[in-house]
Each structure stands twice: as structure tokens, then as C-alpha cells.
């Protein structure tokens, strides 16, 4: 099949821990891959962020990455590229009829405008992951969500509209059944891991230093990280690493890494954290390996891929109970749930888990188990390839019924 895929602010080939820059970036480079190596000829449309550099690059994975020129050739946040999307979706059509192709999914809420609009009048069937619902975010950020106002509108928009919905967790498509979503027009198919990247290593070392706790991803406040400096103050013997933000260069204007640096000083613990900023890609298993425990307490969570990467790699995960994380960490198991923004229960659960390296050690083997058998890419890949070929088998027949 000619897949497109569209990923309108999370470019595949950009480093990973800026403000846009996270899991949708990992999922869209990994099911790209995953597709070209199962026979397909898959490309990523991306806007373009700068204007040197390539139009298109093949990626040793097999996928080709278009930079489509949208808007400004800058960084703009994604929670302003809506005015863009018209100039996306015509830039779209002109690529797409000039070189057809059989299936586009669209990657968030503004990439799947672009592609309905751009598909219009083909006859391609057009897939939508939110990777983020818009109702979601303005219930837990309020006043502090800098979504446009459209947004939801948008969303409910496309539960009618897309020919189907690939939803990464349950609790996704319970949301989007109250934004309208018809019964039978989405399928769960949840973000993968690479197991054979992220796998178990030997246990950290222990002599004489501090249990360390990790936490990886987006510098934002909803991500939780303020909450894990907080818990800190109530456990002594244990520094954290903070992974994400910009690099070396820019780390020290970041605004919410020097939030973040205030509220340790205030707390006493400014000492016992170490602020890494935007890693590469190629350095995240052997940080995940080198630490006690991984942390992730986002407020909300659409998916959450650390956990994942966490478990493969065979450590314990303490997470907060919402969205993907309630499918992916099995508490008393590979994992624990605590309550999001409740630095308390965060600190008294990494306490227990700290001093029971037994248990913290049976987590970790049944996370890596549970990750094999669940989450590796591959398994993710063959399910997401298997929706595409039945949403394409119905467009195909649709298409002959009107035509009749």
C-alpha cells in the first residue's frame, strides 16, 4: 500500500524533549518504520520548521519524511498552527494527486483536517490518532490551556467525518464516545516499544550513592515533574534526573526548567537533581537502565510511551492513575499508581518501592514481560496494518455501491 501519514507539528527526525517534541514524534517514526518494513511505501508529511535543509529525506527505516512548507519555515507552537492548516491541506492535495495514494492517517487533531480536506473528493480512506483530546485538556488545564477555542468543535467533527479512529487507550475512546464517536468506528491500538532497543541491562550500581529516580520527557507542567521535585523533600537518600527541554545551549532560558529549579532551591533538594535536558534518542535505554525507578506523573496522559520503554527495559514504573498509564502499568505488578498533583502518596510509594529491592526487581521482570508480550512494535505494526487493509477493503466497496 501507499501510505501517507501526516504529523502536521511532530516531526520523526526531531529531537525528543522539547515542547512539542515527545511521543508522537517517537509513535509516527516507529509505525513508519514499522510499515516500511512489512513491504509499504510510507511517507510522513511534516511542516517544514526551518528553511534550509531537505525537502525530503529517506530515513534508513525505508519511510521518506516530506517537509511541507506551511506557514512560516520556523518553530511556531502547535497550539498556533491552525491558520496554517489551509495552506497544509492544499500543499497536501497537490502532492497527493500528483502521486495517488491508498490510505492517509492523520496524526492529531489539525493533521486530520488537513487530510480530510486534502482527501476530499478521492475516494481515500483517512485514519485518525488523536494522540490528545481538546476536552481533555481544557478539564484538567482550565483557563491555562492555550488550545484554540475551535478545538473541541474540530475534534467532534472528526469522530463524523474520518473513515475510522485508531485510539491509543480505553479511556480515549470513552472520551471520544462523548464527543459523538458512533460505536464500531474506532480500534484500540496502543503505542509499542522496541524491545530489542529497550531491554534489561545489569542493575544499577549501589555502592555507597544515592537511590536514583529518573524522569523522562517534555519539559510542560502538566508532565509532573514539579510533583516529583516536591516528593523529593520527604526522601532523603534519593536524587533525580530529569531528562527533556532544549539542549545544553538554550537549557539555561528554558522557562519551566527554571520554574522547576526555583521550586527545588525552595525546597531544599536543589542539590540532589540533575537537570540532563533534550537526550537523544540513542541515550534513553541506558538512562532508564542506570536508575531505581522511573517516574511519570503527568496530570493527564493521552498514552504515555516512558512506561513502556521503562518496563522493557526492566524497571519499575511509578505512575499517575489517568489515561494511557491505567492500561499499561499493572499496579502490584510491573508498577504503582498514585493520584496525579499528590507529591505525598507519590513520595510515600517511591519510599516503600526504595526500600524493597526484591519487589522493586519482580516489577521489573514481569514489566519486561508484559512489554514483550504486549507493546513490542512489531505486534503494533502487523495490528495497525490490519485496520488499514479492512478500512481500505470498505472505502473500496463504498466506492463501488455509489458508483452503482
Known sequence: MRIALVSEHADPLTALGGVDAGGQNVHVAALAG??????????????????????????????????????????????????????????????????????????????????????????????????????????????????????????????????????????????????????????????????????????PATGGRRHRVLTIGRLVPRKGVGDVVEALAALPDVELVVAGGPGDDALHLDPELLRLRDLAESRGVLDRVRFLGGVGRDRVPDLIRDSDVVVTVPWYEPFGIVPLEAMACGRPVVGSRVGGLLDTVVPGKT??????????????????????????????????????????????????????????????????????
Not at 483530546?133 to 473541541?152: E, F, N, Y
Open 34 to 203: 514499522g510499515l516500511a518494513r512489512r513491504g509499504h511505501e510510507v511517507t510522513v508529511h511534516t511542516r517544514r520548521t526551518s528553511p534550509g535543509g531537505p525537502s525530503r529525506v529517506l530515513c534508513e527505516d525505508g519511510y521518506v519524511v516530506d517537509h511541507v512548507t506551511a506557514g512560516p519555515p520556523a518553530e511556531v507552537p502547535k497550539d498556533d498552527l491552525l491558520p496554517h492548516v489551509p495552506e497544509l491541506a492544499a500543499q497536501l492535495h497537490e502532492r497527493w494527486r500528483a502521486e495517488p495514494v491508498d490510505l492517509v492517517h492523520a496524526h492529531f487533531w489539525m493533521s486530520g483536517l488537513a487530510s480530510l480536506e486534502a482527501a476530499r473528493g478521492t475516494g481515500v480512506p483517512v485514519l485518525q490518532t488523536f494522540h490528545a483530546l481538546g476536552s481533555v485538556k481544557r478539564r484538567q488545564q482550565g483557563r491555562a490551556d492555550t488550545s484554540p477555542v475551535s478545538r473541541i468543535d474540530h475534534e467532534r467533527r472528526l469522530c463524523r467525518e474520518v473513515d475510522h479512529v485508531v485510539a491509543t487507550c480505553s479511556d480515549e475512546v470513552r472520551e471520544l464516545r462523548r464527543l459523538g464517536l458512533e460505536a464500531g468506528r474506532a480500534t484500540v491500538i496502543p503505542c509499542g516499544v522496541d524491545v530489542d532497543r529497550f531491554a534489561p541491562g545489569p542493575p
Open 335 to 404: 508498577g504503582e499508581l498514585v493520584p496525579p498533583r499528590d507529591p505525598a502518596a507519590l513520595a510515600r510509594t517511591l519510599r516503600a518501592l526504595l526500600d524493597d529491592p526484591a519487589r522493586r526487581a519482580a516489577y521489573g521482570e514481569a514489566g519486561r514481560r508484559r512489554a514483550v508480550q504486549h507493546y513490542d512494535w512489531r505486534q503494533v505494526v502487523a495490528r495497525t496494518e490490519a485496520v488499514y487493509r479492512a478500512v481500505a477493503r470498505a472505502s473500496v466497496h463504498e466506492g463501488s455501491e455509489v458508483a452503482r
